[in-house]
Structure formats: C-alpha cells, structure tokens
C-alpha cells in the first residue's frame, strides 16, 4: 500500500521572536515608525510647535507673490479693486443688481462682498494646491502637514487686512464713518477664518490626491459666488418670487453671504438688521466650528500618506 504524507498546516501568520525583540527594544527607546501618524492630541503640540514656522512661511509666500510685478504688493489691493470695478460695470450699471440697496450704499456693498469672498475663494484655492504644489519640501522634511494649508490660509488673512485699508477709504468716501459698530468686523473676520482654514484642510487633502482638482474650482468657486450675494442683496432679488422655502433658506444661511453681510452690517450705514437672517451670528459660528474642526480631523487622518506615492 502506499504510504499517505500529511503536511502540517502552515503556522499561523504573526511577527517572528526576533521581530518581536527589535519592537521591544524600538519601544524601550522611545522609536517610532517613520511618518506614523500622531494622536491627535500630538498633532496639536507639534502644529503649536511650529507656529512660528507657519507665520514665517505665510509672510514667505506673501512677500514673494508678486515679487515680479513692477507694482509688487500694491496688486494685494489693486486685484480686488479691480474686480469690484468690473463687477460694478457690469451688475451695478447694465443689469440692475443694486435692486433694493440705496444706490449710495451699493459701492461700499460691492466692494465688501468682493474683498470678504475673494478671502474665502483664495483660501480655498490656495489649499487645493498646499501640498500637491509644495511636494519637495513636504517629502525632504519632517514636520506637521497640516502647517501648509494653516500658513496659506494665515496667507490670506493678512492680504484681506491690507485690502480693509482701501475698503475704510471706500467708506469714508460714501459717509459711512468709524463707529463702534465697526468693531463687530473683528469677531466675523476671525471666524471667517477659521472657516477657511477648515476649507483650505479639506481641499489640501482632496488635492493631493487629485491634482486636476486644481482646475475645477475655479468653476465652483465662481457658481460659488454668484449663488452668494456678492454683487446683489439676496432678500431683494428673493422679494416677489416664487422660490421654494429650502432654496431662499440655502441662499440666506450660505456661509460665504453670512460672513460678507455681518462685515456689511458692522461697516456700512444704511446696511441695517432688516438684510441679515435670524440668528446670523449663531450660524457663523456654527459653519466656522463645525468646518474648522471636520477639517482638521479629515486632514489628520491622511497625514501619514502626504507626500507618498
């Protein structure tokens, strides 16, 4: 008869004792693996360690960004001027937008919904690109990611505050003058930041991932703003038409009209509460919160493949 052979089943699948000996001494010593993520907590204390690092780097970029311009910095205020002008001509004059805004109210109106969205628009922008467009330095150093869409969206920030200058000018030039009301700018500017911030984390990551994502938001970002009341007020183009409650309720309570129309109630007399909707504040803070910090924890996640691939 022949003689039947029985193999062993394979050992179960695990580390070897000499795998489980290195592990050990790698913990004893405090050793990690090479670009593990970090707890969350950890990823807070190290962005903190670096944030003269991320001030340093978006006064960089800030600096260099039309280094090659004749003009230099001075494109920080002419860009956006230069869009509200256009808008103006073709909005304020041919098609009637200032429908239901005092017709010295409507320059200032404009010019601060194109300096607050352009904010928003930048930060976005800026974030698709935070680390698809900065993979050398993402790849040759080690350092929180995160640090990159932060710094672009502090970019940003700055450049709005350079911008405000002109934007007080424009005021002034139309009788709106210094009030305390003016002071209410501070809180809606900073959680416009860090509703931006959020954004620019969440785009970072999808843009690292997808470069052509780069392309694309021009084009949501311009139905973006057109959708957002920049160049008209939304309760007066709503006036008088048949729109669905949940489409004026969109419209209203869209972050980006939210933050421009508490800076053009802080600023602009004549711009009083009948414009904004109930309980702008509240839903400012809310987007600001719940964007900033969905942001953060969605980048965080995928910090350990930046970079990589």
Do not use: C
Not at 283 to 302: E, M, N, P, Q
């Amino acid at each position: 008869m022949s003689q039947v052979l029985h193999t062993p089943p394979p050992a179960p699948a695990g580390p070897t004792p000499a795998e489980d000996d290195l592990a050990a001494l790698a913990a004893r010593h405090g050793l990690t693996v090479s670009g593990a993520r970090p707890s969350l907590a950890e990823y807070v204390r190290q962005l903190w360690g670096r944030r003269h690092f991320i001030l340093a780097f978006s006064q960089a970029k800030l600096t260099a960004q039309y280094s090659q311009a004749k003009l230099g910095q001075l494109w920080q205020v002419a860009t956006p001027l230069l869009n509200a002008a256009v808008y103006f001509f073709i909005f304020g004059l041919l098609l009637g937008a200032n429908r239901g805004i005092p017709s010295d109210v409507y320059v200032p109106f404009l010019v601060t919904g194109v300096f607050v969205f352009t904010f928003t628009q930048s930060s976005v922008l800026a974030g698709v690109r935070a680390i698809s467009g900065n993979l050398g330095l993402v790849r040759a150093l080690h350092f929180p990611r995160a640090s990159l869409p932060i710094s672009f969206a502090l970019q940003q920030l700055q450049q709005l505050l350079f911008s405000m200058v002109v934007l007080v000018v424009v005021m002034l030039a139309f009788g709106s003058f210094p009030d305390p009301s003016w002071l209410l700018v501070v809180p809606a500017l900073v959680l416009q930041f860090v509703f931006n911030t959020g954004l620019a984390l969440i785009f970072a990551r999808m843009g690292s991932k997808t470069p052509d994502l780069a392309q694309l938001m021009p084009f949501v970002l311009r139905t973006w703003m057109y959708a957002s009341g920049v160049m008209f007020s939304i309760p007066a183009m709503l006036h008088d038409k048949d729109v669905p409650g949940w489409l004026a309720d969109v419209l209203q309570w869209n972050p980006a009209a939210i933050y421009m129309d508490l800076v053009r109630f802080a600023m602009i007399d004549g711009y009083g509460s009948s414009y904004l909707p109930p309980h702008v504040w509240a839903f400012a803070l809310g987007w600001a919160v719940l964007t900033g910090v969905a942001g953060f924890v969605y980048f965080w996640k995928s910090e350990e493949r930046y970079g990589r691939g």
